[in-house]
């Protein structure tokens, strides 16, 4: 027996990061890197990027969902209940995702320009921005963890995802895979600036929130998760990949491996944003009053 | 008819019979526990104690049966929220949604067994045949639901009828938990509610409980002059501490 200590404080919840918990926090990202790639490739028209996106959320993050289920051969009694739950609207978003963007890919490899590549590049993109942001529909459905509950979550994820794209057409430029490289550059650049910008605001909001909310807020500035926060959101997200950014914009260009620098820590800051939000979810204490 | 469950926090003693009874009725793993005590204490030289009896609060508005994806998690006419375990993927989406975090999933390492890797006892046997529970889904409080309904099938009374009553509130020897109809304003625990201030946990979510608890010396909103006399911080005090 134990004196349940946990249900007296603010705890954070544990089920969707910790153990196993880590093959869901990999999903999430997932679908917003798989989502804005596609995206940023729909602009840029590079089959590669959509190519790559399509493998990124059917095999990682689908790939990384099954791995999380307790009963994996159940899944797909996971979209029976799309009227109330946001999970089995993104399954669904998922599913649609991988069927609308295969028959996609089947048609721009094979008849580019037709009016069905059109059509399914249209119901893709839909379905890849589906993707983007229902990760944020999740947790914000979640009232009794305050960090969450807000509708600009939702939004940071899509931005974020959105940024990872931009990151990873940078790589496919360099590869020589039809998207020009200034404007791959150019994008990550004005993503990166929101993007932080973004962050603080959600931050800001969160904090004064309730006090659960700033609780969650400290935690990751000062707490257990300052390393991951100060390290991987701010150093390797947002501060090294603008000094890149800044650099190749002021000198003309920078080597090919800073650029790919740039992006590997761009990966990093959008996982450790995604790690640093699941991890410092908190309840409040389960008897009111007692703080 | 909506079953509820009336938490008297002033009888409680913290005896763990309500947790060992349900563990019997549900032979439970050893790892998981339904019901579970929650003991606050206020510090200084006449320390205040509340202990609260927690399970699920099988909520009117529940979050679990919201965002559970499958239609595993359900609501029946008598408000009494069960998981259909074969239906149940393990996604915990419930277990995160849950306020009052009284949903467990469960995970290999908490069935290892009574005397892991040394010896499987009857009870574990038959618990295997009668109320088998699945590994990689989640669990929670029914309010002894399979009580009620064989009860209810031989024309008892759920609260009255032991037979027709949970194992916890028929266990408790100190009379804290009752058990009744909330649409019943003529049953005990719509009195003692109405008599006794009952409170929900947490009403801010919305979620309606249908458990109450009356008589808390910490935690109920209806406590000024107790709040006056314990104005320390509270610390938490189980039984082994």
């Known amino acids: 027996m134990e004196a349940h200590e946990w249900m007296i404080n603010y705890t954070r919840q544990t089920e969707w990061i910790d153990r196993r918990g880590i093959f869901l926090w990999i999903a999430f990202y997932a679908g917003g890197l798989g989502g ?147 404007a791959a550059e150019t994008g990550s650049r004005w993503l990166l600036v929101i993007n932080a910008l973004f962050i603080v605001v959600y931050l800001w909001t969160a904090a004064n929130r309730e006090a659960t909310g700033k609780k969650s807020v400290m935690e990751q500035m000062r707490g257990n998760l300052a390393p991951v926060f100060w390290i991987g959101i701010v150093l390797l997200g947002i501060v090294i990949p603008l000094i890149i950014a800044f650099t190749s914009l002021i000198t003309g260009g920078v080597s090919s491996a800073l650029l790919i620098t740039g992006v590997v820590c761009e990966v990093i800051g959008g996982l450790a944003l995604r790690y640093c939000v699941l991890k410092a979810g908190a309840y409040k204490p389960l008897v009111a009053n007692v703080h | 008819m909506r079953w509820g469950m009336v938490v008297d926090l002033s009888s409680c003693m913290r005896c763990y019979a309500c947790i060992a009874a349900c563990r019997i009725e549900h032979f439970l793993p050893m790892g998981m526990s339904w019901p579970r005590l929650v003991a606050l204490e206020t510090s200084g030289d006449s320390p205040t104690v509340s202990t609260y009896s927690v399970r699920c609060n099988q909520c009117k508005e529940a979050p679990c049966v919201e965002v559970c994806p499958t239609g595993a998690t359900q609501k029946r006419d008598d408000g009494i929220v069960w998981v259909d375990q074969d239906k149940c993927v393990g996604c915990r989406y419930c277990v995160v949604a849950c306020p009052y975090q009284n949903r467990t999933f469960l995970s290999r390492d908490k069935d290892k067994g009574f005397f892991p890797g040394i010896v499987q006892t009857d009870f574990e046997k038959a618990g295997k045949k009668l109320y088998s529970h699945q590994i990689g889904t989640t669990e929670k409080c029914n309010f002894c639901a399979e009580r009620i309904d064989a009860g209810l099938a031989q024309g008892l009374k759920p609260g009255k009828d032991r037979e027709a009553t949970p194992a916890c509130v028929n266990t408790c020897p100190a009379r804290a938990l009752t058990f009744g109809d909330l649409d019943d304003p003529d049953s005990e625990i719509s009195r003692l509610i109405r008599e006794r201030k009952g409170f929900q946990l947490h009403p801010e979510y919305d979620t309606d409980p249908s458990v109450y608890f009356i008589d808390g010396k910490i935690g109920q909103a209806d406590t000024t002059s107790i709040a006056e006399n314990s104005k320390q911080e509270p610390t938490p005090v189980g039984a082994e501490q």
């Open chain 1, 36 to 182: 804005g790639l596609y995206l940023v490739s729909l602009y840029f028209n590079s089959l590669w990027g959509m190519f790559i996106s399509w493998l990124i959320i059917a095999v990682i993050k689908g790939g990384a969902h099954l791995l999380y289920l307790g009963k994996p051969l159940r899944f797909w009694r996971i979209i029976f209940r799309p009227n109330t739950s946001w999970l089995a609207r993104g399954i669904i978003f998922v599913f649609t995702f991988i069927v609308f963007t295969a028959i996609q890919l089947a048609f721009s490899y094979w008849l580019p320009g037709s009016s069905g590549e059109i059509v399914f590049k249209t119901l893709g993109g839909i379905a890849a921005l589906a993707v983007m942001v229902y990760t944020g529909f999740v947790l914000n459905s979640v009232k009794s963890v305050p960090f969450w509950n807000s509708t600009l979550l939702p939004l940071l994820f899509v931005l974020c995802g959105i940024l990872g794209g931009f990151g990873l057409s940078v790589i496919i430029a360099l590869n020589g895979g039809n998207v020009p490289l200034s």
